[in-house]
């Protein structure tokens, strides 16, 4: 969960103890030596306060030439009463719409007092449904990398830009708060229903994200069915002096979150959504048309039904034209040209120890740490593939299938699935299977799909050389075409 924290007190002593009145300069120095932003891992997620230094030489630059410095200063503290006040109201709702445990909240106790309440069978009714406006659930959050040196220093990576799985982790967050918030009742107070992310549709990066930026998290709901609701949020550059005030989005995502009863933990009916303008109907709309795609896909799915007509000349066609680089050895490479790869070569693994300081407020592992866990993992494979470094494009429509428990052995495996070489494009399955030790049994909980470019280096043609490998090809080839679909029925939206 987004948290966004502010130290008033500190800042309030320091302009206190000044002798006279200080400078530009000294304002500056004794507002950006402190953090506004305090990250506290597992408790707050990872988001920034934005400070007032850059805002207040803004402000001191336009007015160098127009009044006093006595008017000067007026006008940055209003400035910075009115910011203040803003990310406090954002601090208030993230918190408390958490998806995210407190961490002064022991886990061991937790399981206590959950054992007791089961005992007691302590229930609270459920208040009636209540009419929502999309705009009564709208909830932001800031990630200030250019003012926050110390959150900037968390979502750094080795190449000196933004880990985007970080971003990953902070999505699922909102994306929790955004749910509980429009599904609260009339008084705004949280009601007995446990959200979880049923799938996340897409995630597109449109741009970079600059660590030399502050950007802003915007989440809303667009589209409510029974116990189901779309959430669509944007990351946006905070404009600099100069720019839109509307700037188009870095990045967008489509996460679907499904209710259930807190205590019987059947499907549970959310608060109906009101649509009050045109603008506000296209977004059902496309909402409407991306579920109903997804419907027939999951018609299609490969475990069901054969590969299409067209799917199969697909595959005849990769196995004509690789037949002759078949070897009696199953290992040889040697006749296999540069510019292609067999597809079981191409996997990478790893397995991580599930521990509670990455649980959410349902006491399972978040759902963002894992995705955040599989972007890391598929960056690293691609990496290996290309012999270069990739940048990532998009994140395909997946399902949570089953929750990962605290304690479970968490094994992720990554292969290049599919891949357009004359697009410089190539896509990255992760599956995450949970590994019973003492069954030695291993169950999936979901795959990703990660979608990257490289233009500086060669992509290599995947090859699949066993029937399961075609299949995991064509799943491939499906999840990037179905991606393009909701990439441009979104771009549609956003023209508008």
């Not at 597992?42 to 160098?64: I, N, P, R, V």
């Not at 064509?474 to 029925?489: A, F, M, N, P, Y």
Request: charged share 25%; aromatic share 8%.
């Amino acid at each position: 969960m987004l948290f966004i924290r502010t130290l008033l007190l500190s800042k309030r002593n320091a302009l206190t103890n000044c002798k006279g009145s200080p400078s530009p300069n000294a304002m500056f120095s004794l507002l950006g030596a402190g953090r506004f932003a305090n990250y506290e891992r597992g408790q707050t997620g990872t988001a920034g306060l934005k400070t007032t230094a850059t805002l207040m030489k803004q402000e001191f630059s336009a007015s160098d030439t127009a009044g006093t410095h006595s008017e000067n200063m007026e006008k940055v503290e209003e400035k910075h009463k009115r910011m203040l006040e803003r990310y406090a109201e954002s601090q208030d709702i993230l918190d408390k719409y958490s998806v995210m445990p407190n961490k002064s909240s022991d886990y061991m106790s937790i399981l206590r007092r959950i054992t007791s309440e089961n005992a007691m069978d302590v229930r609270r009714p459920k208040q009636p449904l209540v009419l929502k406006r999309i705009s009564d659930s709208v909830i932001e959050a800031y990630l200030s990398f250019k003012d926050n040196l110390a959150l900037r220093e968390e979502y750094i990576n080795y190449y000196g830009d933004i880990r985007l799985g970080k971003i990953l982790e902070d999505l699922d967050r909102l994306a929790g708060a955004v749910a509980y918030k429009h599904a609260s009742d009339a008084n705004g107070d949280l009601a007995p229903i446990i959200f979880v992310t049923a799938a996340v549709d897409r995630i597109d990066l449109k741009a970079t994200v600059s660590p030399n930026r502050n950007y802003r998290l915007t989440g809303t709901v667009t589209y409510v069915g029974f116990s189901s609701m779309e959430i669509y949020i944007q990351l946006q550059a905070i404009p600099e002096p100069g720019e839109s005030s509307d700037p188009d989005p870095n990045l967008v995502a489509r996460f679907t979150m499904v209710g259930r009863d807190k205590y019987t933990g059947k499907s549970s009916q959310v608060n109906p959504l009101l649509l009050e303008d045109e603008d506000q109907r296209r977004l059902a709309k496309v909402s409407e048309q991306i579920k109903e795609h997804k419907k027939e896909e999951a018609e299609r799915n490969l475990l069901k039904r054969a590969p299409s007509a067209e799917e199969r000349l697909v595959i005849h066609q990769l196995w004509l034209e690789t037949n002759k680089y078949q070897d009696s050895m199953y290992e040889s490479h040697s006749m296999l040209p540069n510019d292609m790869v067999w597809l079981d070569k191409t996997s990478m693994e790893s397995v991580t120890v599930c521990f509670p300081s990455e649980r959410n407020v349902h006491n399972k592992i978040f759902g963002g740490y894992l995705m955040r866990l599989a972007h890391e993992l598929s960056f690293a494979n691609g990496s290996v593939f290309t012999r270069a470094r990739p940048s990532y494009v998009s994140l395909d429509d997946f399902s949570f299938k089953k929750p990962v428990n605290i304690g479970s052995i968490l094994r992720l495996t990554s292969q290049v699935v599919y891949s357009e070489p004359e697009n410089k494009t190539f896509q990255v399955a992760v599956s995450a299977d949970v590994i019973d030790n003492m069954k030695k049994t291993a169950e999936r909980t979901n795959t990703f799909y990660f979608n990257f470019c490289c233009p500086a280096s060669q992509v290599r043609r995947v090859i699949p050389r066993t029937y399961e490998d075609m299949m995991k090809y064509l799943e491939g080839r499906r999840r990037d075409q179905t991606g393009k679909i909701i990439s441009k029925l979104q771009s549609s939206i956003q023209k508008r």
